[in-house]
């Protein structure tokens, strides 16, 4: 008896054979490919690691670069993606070890995408849909061995969604992509492939509208006024009961009835209120508190998390769960991570308490529970790791903490008849505070003691001349919020499109902007084919997904219903085709001609662009007031891609930011001559 495991990744692939063996196993090399060989209980396994995906949809028979195409089928990633080329020896392994094998096991994640891959490994490479499945959310030995002992049939409500959605985000993103792209060739025979897709499409609208409340949105001036209050050594500050007055005329009376008066204590309340833990991190969250406490991107965060789970230190990241199951061991968790010496007094805290429950959120997941640590110990991080690890543990820790007790004190001061609030806010009791200190935002506001009838001295009175702000930008973790809000994406997907629409252009910045090129889309897009851009339409897709796993709907049914709503799409597209590619070559080349901008000429105030020399070939930033006369002119690096990044403050000349592949993205000032640069010269 053979069995063949197939595992998604070769990491996860020697934690697995490692936990079956008792630590015996036989690694074996195919070029950069490996297997691992081992024996349990007389029964030889061999568990072979994939790379992901070795499999991808492509387009069925040869027509060419047209649309729109219906007909897929699936082929080796390798034969179809450049890219793929490495997965080809994996490929092979499989081929050649599933011939010794007559027993499989799927031992890939548990979610749609490693579903998708197990499925599509056997019955195209090792030629049988008989197998059974290994479910489990960790890579630790306990677990591995555990879900080997109780294997369970093939996941097919999963295989059957993640078909479901390959299909539909292959069929969407191929067919408008090359509409789009078409639509421009056949305008002014000029090739620049634009690309959308079933999610990414709704995802820039959502954006666009943002950008349209901004830039619609017009301020209005107000005052506010506060008074600044002395006892003894303590200075207060006080609001002015009104909030925010519409003109200035109103505080400056007020202000003149108030300055040379005492300020007497009027009121004072106090209440106390509990704040409770917060839930488990899913993994939304854990992307929104990851980008709020290091700035990480959402999809910087799932990577580092999923290499904290290959290497058996977390949970399985990519869940939608608030909650912690009592099977996973919360004590003997906690005792593990007291080995580390970071966590002990925290661990030898909790593990003191007569009973460990943890503050659960409704969010619920069926394939895995919330993010946790598993307890093993850390070998080598990376400094980046080293952050998200040790926030997921605190996170771990103080959900299981007691409610912090928080006071609010209120008072009100009469100032010759007129009210002002000051606010104090302190913590009586941390509790859970204090083991998610360094990453939880709470306000400290102690005000000294008043008794109603105290005097104080009124030191000033301040009129404060302020503007309504426009609505906030969405930064990628909020933007990653809002998709889960309106049920558009996976969890797992989310970041991706976020960052594929970085990649294409149409958004810029950390507060994220639209380009010239995305508003274009959008705009074009809205006026002839308003349903590619519709959240209505991907959200019912996203329905119709649940019906498949829950077996209310078969996912040809689903998909066929796809092809007959995109008919229908690229039709109208087709209609209009010369108009849209009238109206998007025009904004491609606005964008290509304003990427090459980089800022102001301090000399003579026009433009700063990226030039390279017919001469030598080498690029750098010339104005374009030459003609008239301008000569400034700066050298650029000449390797990576050149992004504007503001105003040197030192010399007043441009900041580019430099993207190398493999290295950190690096800031400079383009003046060589700049004061600031002293310190690299020496």
């Known amino acids: 008896m053979t069995t063949l495991i197939i595992s998604e990744k070769p990491n996860a692939a020697e934690r697995i054979a490692t936990a079956l063996s008792n630590g015996n196993v036989k690694k074996e090399k195919n070029g950069k490919a490996v297997w691992f060989e081992i024996n349990r209980n007389g029964e030889k396994i061999l568990v072979v690691p994939a790379v ?35 997965s080809k020896i994996y490929f092979n392994n499989f081929k050649r070890l599933s011939k010794l094998a007559n027993k499989f096991v799927v031992a890939t994640d548990y979610d749609y995408e490693g579903s998708v891959i197990g499925y599509n490994i056997l019955r195209f490479i090792c ?39 390959h299909k539909l985000d292959w069929l969407y993103g191929i067919n408008i992509s090359r509409a789009l792209t078409l639509a421009i060739k056949k305008h002014k025979n000029y090739f620049k492939v634009l690309s959308t897709g079933r999610v990414q499409g709704p995802t820039l609208k959502i954006i666009s509208k943002k950008e349209e409340e901004i830039e619609k949105f017009v301020p209005e001036k107000y005052w506010e006024m506060e008074a600044h209050l002395k006892l003894d050594e303590s200075e207060i500050i006080a609001q002015h009961e009104e909030g925010r007055f519409k003109n200035n005329q109103d505080p400056l009376s007020i ?9 007497i204590v009027f009121k004072v309340t106090k ?28 999809t910087q965060t799932l990577n580092l998390a999923q290499s904290l789970y290959e290497s058996g230190l977390i949970s399985y990241p990519r869940t939608s769960s608030q909650k912690l199951p009592e099977k996973i061991g919360y004590k003997n968790i906690i005792k593990n991570l007291r080995k580390q010496r970071e966590y002990k007094r925290l661990a030898d805290m909790l593990l003191g308490m007569s009973k460990l429950k943890p503050n659960e959120g409704k969010k619920t997941d069926s394939a895995h529970p919330s993010i946790f640590p598993t307890g093993e110990r850390p070998k080598e991080l990376t400094t980046q790791e080293k952050k998200l690890y040790d926030l997921i543990v605190r996170r771990f820790l103080a959900v299981f903490g007691g409610p912090a007790i928080r006071e609010v004190v209120d008072v009100t001061f009469d100032i010759n008849g007129e009210k002002f609030l000051a606010k104090g806010k302190r913590t009586v009791e941390k509790n859970w505070i204090e083991f998610y200190e360094k990453y939880v935002k709470y306000d400290e506001q102690v005000l000294p003691e008043l008794q109603r009838g105290d005097v104080l001295k009124v030191l000033k009175i301040d009129i404060l001349e302020k503007e309504t702000q426009p609505p906030k930008r969405y ?21 991706t499109i976020i960052k594929t629409l970085f990649d294409r252009g149409y958004i810029k910045d950390k507060k994220i902007r639209i380009t010239s090129l995305g508003k274009s889309i959008v705009k074009t897009l809205d006026k002839y084919c308003p349903e590619i851009l519709s959240e209505r339409l991907t959200r019912k897709f996203e329905e119709d997904m649940e019906g498949i796993e829950n077996g209310r709907y078969k996912k040809e ?126």
């Open 52 to 86: 992901g995906h070795l499999f991808t949809l492509k387009q069925k028979g040869d027509d060419g670069w047209i649309y729109p195409v219906f007909e897929t089928e699936w082929a080796p990633s390798f034969e179809v993606n450049k890219s793929s080329a490495f």
């Open 127 to 165: 030629g049988t849909e008989d197998a059974k499945r290994m479910k489990f959310s960790t890579l630790t030995p306990d677990e591995l061995r555990e879900s080997y002992e109780n294997v369970m049939d093939l996941d097919f409500p999963q295989i059957n969604v993640g078909i479901a959605r």
């Open 255 to 263: 202000k003149k009835k108030c300055e040379n008066s005492d300020a």
């Open 271 to 298: 209440r106390k209120y509990k704040q409770n833990p917060p839930y488990p991190f899913d993994l939304t969250t854990l992307q929104t508190e990851a980008y709020s406490a290091f700035g990480f991107s959402p």
């Open 475 to 495: 930064t990628e973790a909020s933007l990653v919020r809002k998709l889960e809000k309106l049920g558009l994406g996976t969890k797992a997907t989310r970041a």
């Open 557 to 682: 049914d689903v998909i066929e219903n796809a092809k007959n709503v995109l008919e229908k799409i690229l039709e109208e597209f087709k209609k209009n085709e010369e108009k849209i590619g009238e109206e998007l070559y025009d904004a491609l080349i606005e964008t290509k001609n304003n990427s090459y901008i980089i800022g102001k000429c301090p000399e003579c105030g026009r433009n700063l662009r990226i030039i390279r020399s017919k001469r030598t070939g080498k690029r750098f930033v010339g104005c374009e007031g030459y003609k008239d006369g301008c000569r400034v002119s700066y050298p650029l690096p000449q390797v990576g891609k050149i992004e504007p990044a503001g105003v040197c403050k030192v010399c007043g000349a441009p900041m580019i930011k430099l993207i190398r592949k493999g290295k950190r993205p690096w800031v400079l000032c383009i003046n060589p001559n700049c004061p600031s640069k002293k310190d690299d010269k020496n």
